[in-house]
């Protein structure tokens, strides 16, 4: 069946640092990819996705590549802030049948000052 | 509008007590889902339910049961709790045609002594 790994965390970086959050999928045909966001206390929202290969989804300054070849998602920023403390977590969702997403165990991401 | 709304935020149970969470959506989205997030398992889901009046199994269904009576609301009932029910509860809902943008309430936070 499908699945999502991501690196184990928690994550933890100064401000201004360099973030890589490595995400690696298993999954039949072509499927869509998310990076979801929890801040503290929250539900999860929708960070950035990539429906096909090759194709890079960014946003708030977050951004990650679908990589065919590798099965890859990984979430990069170039400057972290205190205030991307948070959960990331990786998902997938395989076109036809019910939409349903995978995810994965989610990254803890502390930012120091 | 409010988007996806739970309630309660927070509860304690003693085992074999009986609740009912309640999910509310504005967005008048046909696809509703229950997680349950665990430390270090990411989000599993539990029921879904793909128009008012029906549902189905996801992927944790056992000691849960589900009601879709109307489209903007989703309940997940525990009829006899135990302990291995703790857990922080997500609702989400979707768009039948935005297959790739769920959006999440805030979650219930659930303890069972």
Redesign the interface.
Known sequence: GDSVTQMEGPVTLSEEAFLTINCTYTATGYP?L?WYVQYP??????LL?A?KADDKGSNKGFEATYRKETTSFHLEKGSVQVSDSAVY?CAL?R?GG????T????TSLIVHP | NAGVTQTPKFRVLKTGQSMTLLCAQDMNHEYMYWYRQDPGMGLRLIHYSVGEGTTAKGEVPDGYNVSRLKKQNFLLGLESAAPSQTSVYFCASRDRDRYNEQFFGPGTRLTVL
């Open positions: 869509s998310f206390g929250e539900g999860l929202q929708l996705k429906t977590f969702i076109a019910s939409y349903i997403p995810f994965g165990r989610g």
